[in-house]
């Protein structure tokens, strides 16, 4: 049955409620309810929730309002997400920071709602004491981070192994300071704390609205800015690689499709220059791709996707919190390592004019490994991406561009019409399209008339689009 809930885009103890209903994929509907018109007095509203508070939920004939009742009431009924610990001394942990907070975060709430958010909104007029209480809030603070988080020794509240109810009521909470422009630099711990807790994408989508409000505001606070815009300050990126080389164009990408700023260098591995001693000391693996920020250098191109996921937050391309999502995307990725490269190997060969019995062997084991792709990774030509990912993982970036190396050698791809359907899906990508321009240019300038159809047409459609 589905949850109604009435909420304001403006509570925090709404918002933690309706990132704990996101973050369980439960069955709801959202009604706004303004209390800033006293929606929430009036005999409707009154009926559901005879204390007039936001948030409350409705199921069926059931009514249930208090913000910690309601996130119990929906783990419980979802206990696979473990947000709620099932273990009693796990659980009590969460209970007794729980029952804290609601008598000590209090105080971040009402400063920020009295002291800027009526204000804001509704023209109130600042409270005298304003700056007497911001010296609770941050005493509330430092005790929060002595004790919970053990002055930044744990990841989540209480040493927990995942982030809780208790840490998502928390982070909600903290979040109302940003409407007062809040100095966080004081405070580097709850910094990496946010932050932790922001690559949690349902965070965003609940605080949309009131995001947007901040937003408005046009604060300069660099710490609220880099939430805002999921953008940590990073030492920009030096991408080495070769535009011939398939886990190359995978990376290269993924920089362009989440638009991060680096730079690149062409590694021109057709005259040896990786395993020249400058390169060698940037990659003695001596192999492209490879990246360089600040003193820290990576190789291999899986590892790399990850880092910049990660590094930047790009939880469309690799998920974090569902666990089994991302590792489903890895075991695409060491599939792949172990099987896929066959693709660049069957190519080179194909170049070397080798025996044309040997060649026919190693192209009927390429068509049985797509063959194999298509069944097991796109469910027989069902998924759009692999393993029906809502959009391009890094999965599908490592996978088309090593597909797309038999290209070079004029591969018919008839002979497995999904991967037809799922190289076009993807290369419609502007992005995608813009990483493989020069390798399709190389190809169209050397046998652009003795590709067959379908080969002819990609490369057509990246050389007309992918320069504007």
Known sequence: MSITLYFNPYSHRCLSVKTVLLLTKSDFNEKIIDVLKGENVKQAFTNINPNQTVPAITEGFFSLFESHAILKYICINKPDYKLYPNTLQQKALVDSYLDWHQNEFTKLLDYSKECYLQPLLIGNKVPE???SRLVDVEEVLLFFIKTFLNNGQYNYINDQPSFTLADIRAVCD?????????DFEKFPILEQYIWRMFKITDLYQSHK???NLIQKQKYKNQFIQSILTKQIKQEQITLYFHPLSSPSRAVRSLFLMAKIEYNEKVIDILKSENKSEYYTQVNPNQTVPCIKQGNFTLFESHAILKYICEQYMLLDFYPQENLRLKAQIDSYLDFHLSEMRQITEFVMSSQKNQ?????REKQKNIDQLLQFFVKIFLNEGKYKYIYNHKTISIADLSAVNEILFLVMINYEFNNVPQIQKYIANII????????????????????HNNLNQFNKQIITTTKKRGCC
């Open 355 to 359: 025996n044309e019995q040997e060649l």
């Open 209 to 211: 609205e009131y995001f």
């Open 129 to 131: 004491n304003r700056v």
């Open 428 to 447: 419609e990508n502007s992005h995608v399209k813009q990483s493989n321009k020069e390798y399709f240019s190389t190809i169209s300038s050397n046998q």
């Open 174 to 182: 903290l979040t109302s300071l940003f409407i007062c422009n809040f």
